[in-house]
Nanobody, 121 residues
Framework: QGQLVESGGGLVQAGGSLRLSCAAS????????IDWYRQAPGKQRELVAS???????NYADSVKGRFTISRDNANNAVLLQMNSLKPEDTAIYYC???????????????WGQGTQVTVSS
């Protein structure tokens, strides 16, 4: 089963809001920072926001002031509240966690399956 499962995407008009949810396994949620990335057609995947286990958040400049990332500890989920959406926010949004898998420090990248966000003008 997927360790990260996204939900909440959809179609919204410019200026509207959506909330994405990333349900994580308990192990990943408790031990790792979790990120949201997005990939628009023909573009590279880019980091949108990240949050540490102590809820320290960071944002891409393009979404600062409009998006808010948070942790839902009761449900092992990371939420991305997206307000004042713009057509350029249209993309597939992915949840990501980089996990240390052994004592040598090898890392594994977990990705969710993605959820489509479409913002119409």
């Amino acid at each position: 089963q997927g360790q990260l499962v996204e939900s909440g995407g959809g179609l919204v008009q410019a200026g509207g809001s959506l909330r994405l949810s990333c349900a994580a396994s308990a192990r990943i949620f408790s031990r790792n920072a979790i990120d949201w990335y997005r990939q628009a057609p023909g573009k590279q995947r880019e980091l949108v926001a990240s949050i540490t286990t102590s809820s320290i958040a960071n944002y891409a400049d393009s979404v600062k002031g409009r998006f808010t990332i948070s942790r839902d500890n009761a449900n092992n989920a990371v939420l991305l509240q997206m307000n004042s959406l713009k057509p350029e926010d249209t993309a597939i949004y992915y949840c990501h966690a980089e996990v240390v898998v052994n004592v040598e420090g090898a890392r594994y990248h977990h990705w969710g399956q993605g959820t489509q966000v479409t913002v119409s003008s």
